[in-house]
């Protein structure tokens, strides 16, 4: 709403919980603002804990009102599970999961990796993935809340490396700073799951321009009766003899 003031809440709440008994929170988000944005930075808990949770994989998630979360699970989970078999992680891999949101991929990942650092910007999600790690009793992965092109900036500057990177940008793809870090720290592999082919077309020729070669590509679609469709490819690097 664009007023945090709503006429008889309580009895709205009652009435939808009344016609919908399975809801565990109600949140009134306020958008005060004339922007693009649908959601505003102000969230108002009208019933419950004002976050509810879901499993993806067999892990168990805390999702905020502002937190990214994809709105097709059951295709979500055949998405990941295919990420995850093109990284192929053992317990020696170090992994960076950018864009990490709640930490989805990052904590379903280190399952199987030595390693996970979550790289996210906004501080709801940040704040879930590391409640996630906590409850899911992950204690080999790390969020850092901060813009993934910024931080990967600071990373190859250090002189840090990885074994894999998982990325998982917005539609807009990544940033020039972003392409241009990972290129430094060389990864061995990177998974890069996209919701937008263009954008991540786009990226990939920047990272082949860079030493990789697309070794796979599956795309997957998770938003039926829509032009949109999300898409795998992994990149390998190229070894020089």
Known sequence: LRSPILPSKNNFAKALLKLHPEITTIVLNVNDKK??????QRD????????????LCGVRFRLSPQSFYQVNPLQTEILYREALKLAKLTKKD????????IGTIGLIASRQAGSVLGIELNREAVKDARENAKHNQCKNIEFACADAGEYM?????????ADVVIMDPPRSGSTPEFLN?????????????????DTQARDIKVLIKGGYKVTACQPFDLFPHTEHVENICLLSRKVTV
Request: aromatic content about 10%; overall charge neutral.
């Open 35 to 40: 922007t693009t944005m649908v959601l505003g």
């Open 44 to 55: 108002i808990v009208l019933y419950g804990p004002g976050f509810i949770y879901d499993s």
């Open 94 to 101: 170090k992994v960076i999961d950018a864009y990490c949101g």
């Open 153 to 161: 900036v600071e990373m190859a500057q250090a002189g840090e490396k």
């Open 181 to 197: 870090s990972l290129l430094k720290i060389k990864p061995d592999r990177i998974v890069y799951i996209s919701c937008g082919p």
